[in-house]
């Protein structure tokens, strides 16, 4: 239920068009974003579920029921979405989580919306609890409830939404509550790219951008994007700039290993940002475990950004444990680093 003084329903301005953004990530971002199934890459289990959704849904003439995603950032949560509601023949509406402040923000989102719109909320898993709530019945019933003046004159008001699909983005589906998990009709898990499946993510945005890349240099930068679509393209784009300023214009695997050591990024795709983290886990503290707060006191980096974007591929490429007093470095991590574990140091006593 919504507070709401004598306007019940505010403007927000946290609804931005599906292209919206100037910067050079975001409109490289929108130019290299598949616009149908087909040009998408990889994810062959949840294209085709969708799809199949997708064709029952326009059979019945009815609209896609609502959708949540999940998976680490960048893996292609925000293009699939626009995918669905293209394959659908309408509109993306994009928020999320942290910009939808009060109540009345997604009342008055869900009471702009058309029929069948689609409304996409990223890290739907950071709603304040008075916003999600207005979801349940906005998702089950297609209707908000307005608390109309204060005290005891106070009366409740239903107002009807148009019949929308929502779709939640989330890196941490346990983030989620039970209530609004239970409402998602489909609810698909994104996953790590193979490397041939970023290799030719990596042509295809070479194709598009114009970029002259050898096929060996494909394969090795696709070795290095962590399996990430996003980071496979923002390693394109800065081997361009080493290839046109320092070499002859063509990306070559000689080009891919200066410019992947030029920006300090390991053979298996760890940043300066994943060595701190881990570097920092084993030296400091011994490798573990030790709590995500004091972690993030010792290197200086934002909570969320360690558990969204830092950990997913550590853990996934076996580097990191989570355990229930911390997180823990593994062996295969002190390996990686060049480093002896407590283990291995206690043996050498
Ligand atoms: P997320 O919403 O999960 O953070 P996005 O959908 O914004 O990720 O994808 C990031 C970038 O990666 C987009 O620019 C898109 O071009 C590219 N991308 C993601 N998934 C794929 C895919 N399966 N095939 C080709 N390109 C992809």
Redesign the pocket.
Same mark, same amino acid.
Do not use: C, V
């Given at each position: 239920m919504i507070e709401e003084e004598n306007n019940p329903i505010k403007s927000v301005g946290s609804v931005v068009g599906a292209q919206a953004g100037t910067d050079e990530a975001t409109v490289f971002?929108n130019k290299? =974003?598949?616009k149908d199934f087909d040009s998408? +890459? %990889?994810?062959g289990e949840v294209k085709q579920n969708l799809s199949v959704f997708v064709r029952a849904a326009r059979k019945r003439s009815e609209t896609l029921d609502h959708t949540i995603f999940y %998976?680490p950032? %960048? @893996? %292609?949560? $925000? $293009?699939?979405s626009m995918i669905l509601a293209s394959e659908m023949g309408t509109e993306l509406r994009i928020t999320s989580g942290p910009a939808l402040e009060k109540p009345g923000d997604l009342a008055s989102i869900l009471s702009n919306l058309k029929e069948g719109d689609f409304l996409f909320i990223?890290e739907i898993h950071r709603l304040r609890m008075p916003v999600e709530e207005i979801l349940y019945t906005a998702m089950e019933d297609f209707a908000i409830d307005l608390v109309i003046g204060k005290g005891p004159s106070a009366r409740t008001m239903r107002i009807n939404v148009p019949r929308f699909t929502l779709v939640g983005?989330t890196t941490l589906m346990s983030r989620l509550s039970n209530p609004l998990r239970d409402r998602f009709g489909h609810v698909e898990k @994104?996953r790590y790219y193979e490397p041939d499946e970023i290799q030719s +993510?990596i042509v =295809?945005s070479a194709e598009i951008l114009d970029i002259a890349i050898d096929e060996g240099a494909a394969k090795l930068l696709a070795k290095s994007a962590r399996a990430t679509? =996003?980071i496979a393209?923002r390693l394109l784009r800065r081997m361009r700039d080493f290839a046109e300023i320092l070499h002859e214009g063509v990306i070559t695997e000689k080009v891919v290993r200066e410019g992947l050591a030029s920006l300090s990024v390991d053979k298996n795709g760890l940043d300066f940002a994943d060595q701190e983290y881990l570097r920092t886990i084993c030296e400091k503290f011994s490798g573990g475990p030790v709590g995500l707060s004091t972690i993030s006191a010792a290197i200086g980096e934002d909570e969320h950004t360690i558990e969204d974007m830092i950990e997913p591929f550590l853990i996934r490429e076996g580097f990191l444990t989570r355990t229930p007093r911390g997180r823990q470095v593994t062996d295969r991590g002190f390996q990686h680093l060049g480093l002896a574990s407590a283990d291995d140091q206690l043996r050498l006593v």
């Open positions: 971002e290299l =974003r598949p998408y +890459i %990889g994810q %998976g950032p %960048g @893996l %292609g949560k $925000t $293009t699939l990223d983005a @994104l +993510i =295809r679509p =996003r393209n």
